[in-house]
């Protein structure tokens, strides 16, 4: 996958950031609606520390979303996880929107998150925590959350089972359940294979509001924001420890 994938025809957050981008500082501004204050924030990007390093396109999006649909009460208070977060973007927006997060990565992605966290002063409202999909969640997080957030993670084909997996583990089939929020960009044939996994376990709806006035040129781009529920009854295999 290229490591820089500007919006194009999405209005961006931030500078277009070129694959080789190496220790920069974005300013970046989120619109709210109704005439409330935009939501500034820093976010240093990285691309030697890998794909994560850089803020995605879909992450841009599910961002975007947040900020113009989840203002408060939807998120203030709320325990949100986010997978795979990379830099951490949603996961921050999330939090200047009111909500306790958990951004959650590989370790390579851990220092450029927790530097993120400090040049925002999201601690401790933020936690930058490991989570390697397909590995049981760790116990330094909580097990159960009201929000679960995922952009830009569908692009890696042998990680496609460990994904579902932790989707698994994070959602119970019993409701209610976590919202899960998943923004996808559509790259490759491939990606279909993601969702034959997906479907054993999970049902999804696009998250359907025609009135966004963003919703048409994020679908432009092939970029998909969907609600996933647990499908009743479906049994995952369980994850086991290393
Ligand atoms: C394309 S980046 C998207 C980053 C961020 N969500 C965004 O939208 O800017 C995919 C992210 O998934 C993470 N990732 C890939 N495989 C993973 C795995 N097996 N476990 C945990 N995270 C993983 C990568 O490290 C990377 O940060």
Redesign the pocket.
Known sequence: MPVADPLRQLPALGPPQPPSVHNELLHILVPVPHNRPDIALRLAVDAAP???GI??P??EVLARYLARHRGPPSLAGARVLE?????G??GLIAARLGAHVWIT??PP?LPIMANNIRINDLAPQVTAAE????EPLPCSIPQTFDFVLA???V??EP?FP?LVATLCALVPTSSPGPEVLFCYKKRRKADKRFFALLKKHFTWTDVDDASDPERQSYSREAISLLRLRRRPGSVASPISKA
């Open positions: 890998g794909c994560g803020a995605w879909a992450g997978l795979g977060s990379g830099t973007l949603v990565d590989q992605l989570l390697n999909w397909g952009a830009d993670c692009y890696f990680a460990l």
